[in-house]
Each structure stands twice: as C-alpha cells, then as structure tokens.
C-alpha cells in the first residue's frame, strides 16, 4: 500500500474479530519495522514484548484490571486482540550513549534531556508498527497501561524496573470498519489551527504554490505547500 494512503487510512481500532489469528510473519514484519524508528544518537533504547499466546494476553489483561469488576464495553473489545506488544523505554541507554566522546556530556545527567527521547523514539516505532497493521489489512490500537499496574505489569513479563512502560500496541483483524471513540464526537483540528508559518499564530496555508527560482540568487525563494 502506499505510504500516504496507509497515513489516511490509519485509525485506532477499538473491536478485534477473535477467530482470526494474525500470521506470525504479518507480526515479525511489524515489529522488524518498528526498529527502523529513528532515535537520538541512534540509541535505540527500547525494548518490544510480543504477547501472541492466549495465556499470556490474558494474564495482561488480569494484572491491569480489577478483577471484581465488570468488563466494560472497551475492554470487552479491545481484549479480543491476538497481539500484544508492550513498548518500553530505557533510559540508561540513551544516558549512557551521550556520555560517550563524540557527543557534547561526559556524563549522564539527566537534566541535559528536557524532553525524554527514550519515550519519544518508543513511540515513533509503535506508530511505525500501527501503519504496517493498516499495510498488512489489520487494525490497531495503541494506549497506556494504568500508573498503578505498570509495577505488576513488569513483574508479571521480566521487564527490567527501570524500563518506562510507553504504551502498548493492540494488534489483529478489525470486526467492524465503523469509526468508534473519540472522533465521532471531536473533529480533527484544521490544518492552519495547528501547523504556523514562520511564527506562532501564522496559520499555514495548504494551497500547493510552485517553486520559483530567484535569478539573482539562483536558489529557490518559494516553498512548497502542503
């Protein structure tokens, strides 16, 4: 599928058909994928968990909820997936990579991190995992575990204490094609509402202008639009 069409078609799909198994090799593509996300100093500080057997998907969905409650109508859903895979960051990884000679800190302070990378590159790949289930004819969902169960949620997987849980990507053959969730009561933000030109507050215009050329200078003086 081309690239654009899988970005336009890409929603998170909430309703899983059971019955239908997703291929191991449909798997193994996506998460392979996933790890050409790009990441800061090419760390690569993340780690995938894959839960494909029935025991171990239901024993995620134990541990992350109350078990005297009744499932409600999203968990009743979204449990039917038959993939799994729980995203997590590693934060001494990319600390320890920029403490290295060719790049600026020679320590590991985290202070020199404003915004934590770790979980930012995680997340790149899981969205790059999320269109290879839209290539591959499947849905996907991507949402958090509860603060209070990641603890157990490591416990249960051997995933190492300091790895941040980002999210976990749900991963099969949608039931339904009907959009569900937030969008059917929010709009999607205009363009020229979130994207500025030059300066903050300047809405950025989708008219698709051509490259002029500038003799004197002999380098495009226009930008493309889109």
Request: proline share 8%; glycine share 8%.
């Amino acid at each position: 599928m081309e690239l654009q069409k899988a970005i336009r078609r890409r929603r998170m799909i909430r309703d899983f058909d059971p019955d239908r198994p997703v291929p191991r090799d449909v798997v193994d593509t996506a998460v392979t994928l996933g790890l050409r996300a790009p990441s800061a100093g090419f760390s690569q500080g993340w780690d995938f968990v894959v839960l494909t057997d029935p025991a171990d998907r239901q024993r995620f969905w134990e541990v992350t909820t109350n078990a005297d409650e009744e499932l409600d109508r999203w968990l009743a859903k979204v449990s039917s997936a038959p993939v799994l895979i729980l995203c997590c960051g590693d934060k001494d990884t990319y600390l320890r990579r920029y403490a290295q000679p060719d790049k600026p800190w020679q320590d590991m302070d985290e202070s020199h991190w404003p915004v934590p990378y770790w979980d930012v590159d995680t997340g790149m790949a899981a969205l790059i995992m999320l269109l290879v289930a839209v290539d591959e004819g499947l849905g996907g969902l991507f949402f958090g575990v509860p603060v209070e169960r990641c603890d157990v949620v490591r416990e249960t997987f051997g995933i190492p204490g300091d790895r941040s849980l980002v999210g976990v990507v749900a991963m099969g053959y949608a039931r339904t094609q009907r959009p569900s969730g937030s969008t059917l009561a929010r709009r999607r933000r205009p363009t020229g509402e979130v994207v500025h030109d030059g300066r903050f507050g300047s809405p950025w215009s989708t008219d698709r202008n051509v490259l002029t050329k500038n003799p004197s200078q002999g380098v495009p003086s226009g930008r493309m639009k889109t």
